[in-house]
C-alpha cells in the first residue's frame, strides 16, 4: 500500500529523536546556550511588542490606525525574507539534498515525493520567521486582551502567509535551474544572495529610518507608515494577514482577506505542483551532472605566495588555502550578508543627525568608538567562527597528506593561522577606522581603536585556530564545525574576552573622554592607571593569541601519537 | 527484463553515452565493464531514473521508465557506488523506512526487515545508529535495502568495493541466488575476476559506446585471442596496459 506523503518525512524525525536520545559531548550545553539566547530573544520582542501596543493603545483610534499598518507593515517585512530564503531551501530540499538520490530512485509518485519536499522546505524557510513572529503576536493580543479566538486567527493566517511566499521561491527556483545554462547550482545561490543584500541595502536607504530621529517629524510618523503604502500594498498577502489579524484584536473577523490568503496559498501549492511535476526531474537531471567544472587559475596568488618571504611549506599550504577557499563559492558567498549587515551599521550610524542633540553629540561620537570596538569584535568573533574556527577540520580525509609528509604541526597551525589573520586584520582595521572617520571621532580614541582592532584580531583569530585544532571534526560540513561543542566553546570564550577588552580598553578611554568633556587634565596617577589598563589589553591579547595557538599544536601533535 | 535502447547522455557538447543498448534476461547476471569515465555509472544511474536520457528508452519489467516511472522503479532494486543512506537512523529504521518507500508495510515489514538483516549478517546492528557502521557493513546495509523488496531486476554499481574477502562471498553468493530465482542482473565492475566468474554475459564500454557484448568466451573470440584472462581481454579492446610508457617514466 502506498503511504501518504507524510511518510517520507519519517527520517528526519526518527533521525531528530535518535539525535536525542544519544547525545554527545557538548549537546546539552549547545542546547543550553541556544535555548537561552532563544528566550532571551523570544522574551525581548515580547516586552517591546507589548509595551509598543499598550502605548499605541493610549491613542484611541490613532492608535488603531497605527496598529494596523504596524501589523501590515511586520507581515511585509517578513514576505520577502520568506521569500528569499524559499530559493536558497527549495535550491536544497529540491535539487541537492543527498537523501533525493534514495527518493528519485525509489518508485515514489511525483505528487507525493512534491508534498514531502514543499512541507519540508516551507518549514525550514519559515521557520525563524514564525520565531521572530510569534512572541510578537502574542504580545499585541495580551496587550489588547484579546479574546483566544485572536490566537486561533493569528495561527489560521500565518500559515498560509508563509506558504505564498515560499511557493513564490520554490516556483523562482525551478525555473531558474531548468533555465540556467551554467548548471551549478551554488551560482545560483550567488546570485540569490548577491540580490538579497543588494535589497537589503535598497530597501533601507528607500525607507530612509533615519528621518525618525529627525526631532521635526517625530510627530509625523503617519507620513512615514503611509510612505510604505503603495497601490499594490492591498494586493499583498502581508496586507490580507495585517487586516484578518487586525480583524480578529477588535473581536471579529475577516473572511475576506483570509479566504484570500488560504484561496491564493492553495492556488499557488497547486500550480508548483503542477510545475514541479513537469520540470523537477529535468531539474534535479540537470542539478547533479557534473559538467567541466569552471576553474579559475587564480595565478595571482601564486603570485602573491612567492613575493611573500615563506619557506616552501609555508607557501605551498597558503596557496592551497586560498585557493580551496575563493574557489568554493558557497564558502565565501556567506561572508555577503555579514558585509551587507556592516554596511547597513556604518550607514545607519552616518545617516544618525547627532548635530541636532549638541550636547550630547560629542560624547555619543566618542562613546561610539567603543561600541565600534564591541562590533568589530563580534564581527571577528563571527567571522572567525565560520571560517577560521574550522580551518583544521577543513583538511577532512586529505589531512593524512600533511601528517605523512615532514611537515611539523606547528607550522601546518601557524600557516593556518597566517592565512586568517591576514584578511582579518586588513577588514576590521578597515572597518573600525572607517566607522570612527564617519563619526568624527577625536585622534586620540582613533588611535586606541585601531590599535586595540589588531590586538583583538590577533587574540581571537589564535583562539579559533587554537580550539579548532584541540576539537576538531574532520569530514564535517563547515557549518556544523561552527556549530559544534569547539565552535560554541570559542563563541563563549570570545564574547568573554571581548567584554572584558571593553572594559580594559574603555575604562582609560572614558576617563581620558571626559576630562575633556569637563576640561580637567589628567592627573599622572590617573595616566598611570590609564597605561596599566592598556597594558592589561595587550597582555590579555597576547597571552590567548599564544597560550591558544601553543594548545592547539600540542593537541595535534598527540593526535600522531 | 531490464532492456535499454539508443540510449545518449549528452552534457552540454559532451556525450557522455551514446546509443547504448543492453538486454538483461531473467536469471542473467550481466557484466558492464569499461575504463573509468567510459559512461557505466552515467547509464546505469538512468537505468534507476536518476538522470534523465537526452535519448533513447529504458524498459524494466515491461514497464517503460518514462511513462510509468513507479512501476519500473517496484520492479527494480538499485545499488548505486556512492549510496545515500540516513546516518542518524538505526538499520532497523533505515530499512523499515525503505520498505515503506516500495509498499511494504504493516506486519510484512518487520519479519522481511529481520530476513535480510540476517541474510546479510547485521542483525546484530538492527539497533545501532548507521553512523557507526564500517563501509563494508554500510555496503551490506545498501544490498540488503535493494533485496528487500524482492525486486525483479538489480542494477549494482561497483558492488565487490570495500568488502573483505568475507563480505565479497556473501555477495556473490546472493547474487548467484538471485539470479536462480530468476532476477536479472545488470553489474557494473572493475573486477575482471568477478566478471570471469559470475556473469553469463558481459558487455564492454568505450567512451560511452558498448564495443562487445556477449558471453566471456565470445568477448575473448572478437578480441583475438580465445584463452587469455579477461584482464588481457579487456586491455586490448579498451586502448592497451600502458606498460612501456610506465617504464620510460619510472
Not at chain 1, 527518493?103 to 524557510?125: H, N, Y
Not at chain 1, 520567521?129 to 510569534?134: G, R
Not at chain 2, 520498505?99 to 538492527?126: A, K, N, P, T
Request: charged residues 15%; contains cysteine.
Amino acid at each position: 500500500m502506498t503511504q501518504a506523503f507524510p511518510f517520507l518525512l519519517l527520517p528526519h524525525l526518527w533521525s531528530s529523536r535518535n539525535r536525542a536520545r544519544r547525545r554527545k559531548k557538548g549537546d546539552v550545553l549547545r542546547a543550553s546556550i541556544f535555548g537561552s539566547v532563544g528566550v532571551v530573544v523570544c522574551g525581548a520582542l515580547f516586552a517591546g511588542a507589548y509595551w509598543l501596543t499598550t502605548k499605541l493603545a493610549g491613542y484611541e483610534e490613532f492608535g488603531d490606525y497605527l496598529l494596523r499598518l504596524g501589523l501590515s507593515w511586520l507581515f511585509l517585512t517578513f514576505l520577502a525574507f520568506l521569500a528569499f530564503s524559499g530559493v536558497v531551501t527549495a535550491l536544497s530540499t529540491f535539487f541537492l539534498a543527498d537523501d533525493l538520490r534514495l527518493l528519485m530512485g525509489a518508485p515514489v509518485s511525483a505528487g507525493r515525493l512534491f508534498m514531502a519536499r514543499f512541507t519540508r522546505t516551507v518549514g525550514q524557510a519559515s521557520w525563524m520567521v514564525i520565531f521572530f513572529m510569534a512572541p510578537i503576536l502574542v504580545a499585541v493580543g495580551v496587550a489588547s486582551c484579546a479574546q483566544p479566538g485572536f490566537y486561533l486567527t493569528a495561527a489560521l493566517a500565518v500559515v498560509p502567509f508563509v506558504v505564498i511566499p515560499v511557493a513564490i521561491g520554490a516556483g523562482m527556483t525551478l525555473l531558474l535551474v531548468n533555465v540556467l545554462p551554467a548548471r551549478r547550482a551554488r551560482d545560483l545561490l550567488m546570485l540569490t544572495s548577491l540580490l538579497f543584500a543588494a535589497a537589503i541595502v535598497l530597501t533601507l536607504r528607500f525607507i530612509q529610518p533615519e528621518r525618525l530621529m529627525r526631532v521635526e517629524n517625530l510627530p509625523d510618523v503617519t507620513d512615514f507608515f503611509a510612505t510604505l503604502q503603495s497601490p499594490i500594498t492591498p494586493l499583498l498577502p502581508s496586507f490580507w494577514a495585517g487586516e484578518v489579524l487586525f480583524a480578529g484584536l477588535q473581536g471579529g473577523s475577516d473572511l475576506l482577506h483570509g479566504a484570500a490568503l488560504w484561496t491564493t496559498a492553495l492556488a499557488f501549492t497547486v500550480v508548483l505542483a503542477a510545475a514541479d511535476r513537469r520540470w523537477h526531474f529535468a531539474g534535479y537531471s540537470r542539478s547533479q551532472e557534473s559538467p567541466k567544472a569552471r576553474v579559475t587559475s587564480l595565478r595571482i596568488v601564486d603570485a602573491v605566495a612567492h613575493a611573500l618571504p615563506l619557506s616552501t611549506v609555508r607557501r605551498q599550504l597558503l596557496v592551497k588555502d586560498v585557493k580551496v577557499f575563493l574557489r568554493d563559492v558557497s564558502q565565501w558567498l556567506q561572508l555577503l550578508p555579514l558585509f551587507a549587515l556592516v554596511l547597513l551599521y556604518l550607514y545607519n550610524f552616518r545617516a544618525l543627525d547627532l548635530e541636532r542633540i549638541p550636547y550630547m553629540s560629542g560624547v555619543i561620537k566618542n562613546v561610539y568608538a567603543l561600541v565600534n570596538l564591541g562590533m568589530a569584535g563580534f564581527v571577528v568573533a563571527t567571522v572567525a567562527v565560520r571560517f577560521v574556527f574550522p580551518a583544521v577540520s577543513a583538511e577532512g580525509s586529505a589531512f593524512w597528506l600533511v601528517r605523512t609528509s615532514p611537515v611539523s604541526m606547528r607550522d601546518f597551525l601557524w600557516s593556518k593561522f597566517w592565512t586568517g589573520l591576514v584578511p582579518m586584520v586588513l577588514f576590521t582595521e578597515i572597518l573600525t577606522i572607517s566607522a570612527n572617520e564617519f563619526m568624527g571621532v577625536a585622534p586620540f580614541l582613533k588611535v586606541v581603536a585601531a590599535v586595540a582592532v589588531i590586538f583583538m584580531t590577533f587574540a581571537m583569530v589564535g583562539l579559533a585556530v587554537g580550539l579548532g585544532a584541540r576539537y576538531p571534526r574532520f569530514g564535517a560540513d563547515p557549518n556544523q564545525v561552527a556549530g559544534s561543542y569547539g565552535g560554541v566553546a570559542f563563541m563563549i570564550m570570545a564574547v568573554l574576552y571581548i567584554l572584558v577588552m571593553i572594559v580594559l580598553v574603555g575604562w582609560p578611554s572614558a576617563m581620558w573622554l571626559f576630562s575633556r568633556v569637563r576640561s580637567y587634565p589628567l592627573s599622572a596617577s590617573r595616566e598611570a592607571m590609564m597605561a596599566v589598563s592598556f597594558l592589561l589589553a595587550a597582555g590579555l591579547s597576547v597571552a590567548t593569541w599564544l597560550v591558544s595557538m601553543r594548545s592547539g599544536v600540542r593537541a595535534l601533535d598527540e593526535m600522531n601519537r | 527484463m531490464i532492456a535499454i535502447e539508443e540510449l545518449v547522455k549528452q552534457y552540454g557538447g559532451f556525450t557522455a553515452v551514446d546509443g547504448v543498448s543492453l538486454d538483461v534476461k531473467p536469471g542473467e547476471i550481466h557484466g558492464f565493464l569499461g575504463p573509468n569515465g567510459a559512461g557505466k555509472t552515467t547509464t546505469l544511474r538512468m537505468i534507476a531514473g536518476l538522470l534523465q536520457p537526452t535519448s533513447g528508452r529504458v524498459v524494466v519489467n515491461g514497464h517503460d521508465l518514462a511513462r510509468e516511472p513507479e512501476a519500473a522503479k517496484t520492479s527494480l532494486g538499485f545499488i548505486p557506488d556512492r549510496p545515500f543512506i540516513y546516518e542518524k537512523l538505526t538499520a532497523g529504521e533505515f530499512l523499515t523506512f525503505h520498505g515503506g518507500l516500495y509498499g511494504i508495510d504493516g506486519d510484512g515489514i518487520s519479519d522481511r526487515v529481520h530476513e535480510m538483516l540476517d541474510l546479510f549478517e547485521l542483525r546484530r546492528w538492527e539497533n545501532e545508529l548507521i553512523e557507526s557502521f564500517s563501509h563494508g557493513m554500510k555496503q551490506r546495509l545498501v544490498m540488503s535495502a535493494a533485496f528487500l523488496h524482492r525486486p525483479r531486476a538489480v542494477c549494482v554499481d561497483e558492488p565487490m568495493v570495500g568488502l573483505d574477502p568475507r563480505g565479497a562471498r556473501l555477495i556473490k553468493d546472493v547474487f548467484r541466488r538471485m539470479s536462480e530465482r530468476g532476477v536479472a542482473i545488470l553489474m557494473s565492475t572493475h573486477t575482471l575476476e568477478v566478471a570471469q566468474e559470475m556473469c553469463h554475459r558481459v558487455s564492454i564500454i568505450l567512451r560511452g559506446r558498448i564495443i562487445a557484448t556477449g558471453t566471456v568466451d565470445e568477448v575473448r573470440r572478437m578480441a583475438g585471442d580465445g584463452d587469455d584472462e579477461l584482464t588481457s581481454v579487456f586491455l586490448r579492446l579498451t586502448g592497451g596496459s600502458g606498460l612501456q610508457e610506465i617504464d620510460e617514466i619510472v
